[in-house]
């Protein structure tokens, strides 16, 4: 019986645009290739968009790019259906997120999950501009053994705010202090320093959740859980709210 073919590693870019209209805020551009699919969105005030994965996550070799832009004093929301599964092996994803002068852009992740031997490469940087505010949310999964390098990056204009590299050592207690939580989650967002300064909302958060404003302009939450889904319950409006 002759061998199997090895797989090729796939590469799956999504792009997303938002541009004004009569009715607030419509969706002007969207590709994206397998496995992921975009739900289109009428036009509204705060148009909102549904990322959806058609697949069993991602496997050694591959890389998922992800690229949101909205236009000038546009009101967006992207939202991701389907946790992504890391398979053992090295994983790729990036995503990109930028808000123009004015426009409120929120991403809200269905959150990845790490399967033992999984060694994961994750950067997200968001950017605003001036007036704007961009959020991204994201909740990894760490019950098994796995590596990787999470970064993030956050841009007011063309200012550095946050450039922040987390390295997955194997051992989710050594890396994270976890004790009994298995999940991580974080919300990082840039924009106006009067509307992120931390206090505004810190009373929203559990025991389990911390905040601070590593510069003016720039807040950085994150918080352990037991499941993506507790996580959701509160960083997933908290997103939201801070875009609105």
């Known amino acids: 019986m002759p061998a199997p073919h090895p797989r090729a590693p796939a590469a799956a870019a999504c792009r997303v ?57 546009t009101r967006a929301a992207l939202r ?20 123009g002068a004015g426009a409120r852009l929120g991403q809200r992740s269905a959150g990845l999950i790490l399967r033992p031997g999984a060694r994961l490469r994750s950067t997200t940087v968001i950017r605003a501009d001036r ?22 990056v956050a841009l007011h204009g063309e200012d550095v705010l946050l450039d ?30 009067s509307r992120l300064r931390e206090g505004r909302w810190r009373s929203r958060l559990p025991a389990s959740a911390g905040m601070a404003n590593p510069r003016p302009g720039c807040l950085l939450i994150r918080a352990l859980g037991r499941s993506i889904e507790e996580l959701d319950l509160f960083l997933g409006p908290l997103t939201e709210e801070i875009t609105q």
């Open 17 to 73: 645009g938002f541009a004004a209209a009569p009715e607030g805020t419509r969706l002007a551009r969207a590709s994206a290739g397998a496995p992921w699919r975009v739900v289109r969105a009428r036009a509204a005030p705060r148009c909102e968009v549904v990322l959806v994965q058609t697949r069993g996550g991602l496997i050694d070799g591959d890389r998922w790019r992800l690229e949101v832009e909205a236009e000038p004093g």
């Open 80 to 99: 991701s259906v389907g946790a992504t599964v890391i398979h053992p092996g090295d994983c790729f994803v990036r995503a990109r997120l930028h808000a």
């Open 131 to 152: 007036d704007g505010v961009a959020a991204a949310m994201e909740v990894v999964g760490l019950a098994g053994l796995s590596g990787g390098v999470l970064r993030l």
């Open 164 to 193: 922040e590299r987390t390295r997955l050592d194997g051992d989710r207690s050594r890396s994270w202090r976890m004790g009994r939580f298995t999940h991580i989650g974080t919300v990082v967002a840039v924009g106006d320093p």
